[in-house]
T-cell receptor, first 109, second 115 residues
Framework: RKEVEQDPGPFNVPEGATVAFNCTYSNSASQSFFWYRQDCRKEPKLLMSVYSSGNEDGRFTAQLNRASQYISLLIRDSKLSDSATYLCVVGINDYKLSFGAGTTVTVRA | DTAVSQTPKYLVTQMGNDKSIKCEQNLGHDTMYWYKQDSKKFLKIMFSYNNKELIINETVPNRFSPKSPDKAHLNLHINSLELGDSAVYFC??????????????FGPGTRLTVL
């Protein structure tokens, strides 16, 4: 079983729509959780950390469910510039991050 | 004033050749990493260095040898290149070691194609 699994999508949504997707992780001892964003042929960049209580950053909301071992990301009022691949990232131990293969989101005009 | 830089950006070479990729960070970070992103888009850790010392070596073939001359530089040398080495290689850095809570900053990647 992969350490981090994501629905690859693609999620094709119109501008202004809400889109949400999850990822699951296998190691129950994982302590840190993130969403990174990767544009086509670019490097990954941190979008937001995910905290136990859930957190929001503008139009982006992240949730963590430790019992079911999944993390979610919700994007409200989608913009064209939100089109990207969203990588779910889990801190496996103190030294190592494990990356999912990404969920592709395409926002159309 | 690029934070993490890599050279070259593209590398096309024949099977069996030896090549190097260079990475430099000007963020003052203690920890640097090499990742490989294959055609299926999985980003996998290869190596991690903290203050020039190798900390993580994720069962990477011996043909891959990282070198860190100082904590701002982490180079990757690959011997006897194989077709399966074709991928995008990302260098990254983070502030502290021993905490996976720290943001990792990635370089622009080196797209390696082995013919």
């Amino acid at each position: 079983r992969k350490e981090v699994e994501q629905d690859p999508g693609p999620f094709n949504v119109p501008e202004g729509a809400t889109v949400a997707f999850n990822c699951t992780y296998s190691n129950s001892a994982s302590q840190s959780f993130f969403w990174y964003r990767q544009d086509c042929r670019k490097e990954p960049k941190l979008l937001m950390s995910v905290y136990s209580s859930g957190n929001e950053d503008g139009r982006f909301t992240a949730q963590l469910n430790r019992a079911s071992q999944y993390i979610s990301l919700l994007i409200r009022d989608s913009k064209l510039s939100d089109s990207a691949t969203y990588l779910c990232v889990v801190g496996i131990n103190d030294y190592k991050l494990s990356f999912g293969a990404g969920t592709t989101v395409t926002v159309r005009a | 004033d690029t934070a993490v830089s890599q050279t070259p950006k593209y590398l096309v070479t024949q099977m069996g050749n030896d090549k190097s990729i260079k990475c430099e960070q000007n963020l003052g970070h203690d920890t640097m990493y090499w990742y490989k992103q294959d055609s299926k888009k999985f980003l996998k850790i290869m190596f991690s260095y903290n203050n020039k010392e190798l900390i993580i070596n994720e069962t990477v073939p011996n043909r891959f040898s990282p070198k860190s001359p100082d904590k701002a530089h982490l180079n990757l040398h690959i011997n006897s290149l194989e077709l399966g080495d074709s991928a995008v290689y990302f260098c990254a850095s983070s502030q502290d070691f021993g905490s996976s809570y720290n943001e990792q900053f990635f370089g622009p990647g080196t797209r390696l194609t082995v013919l």
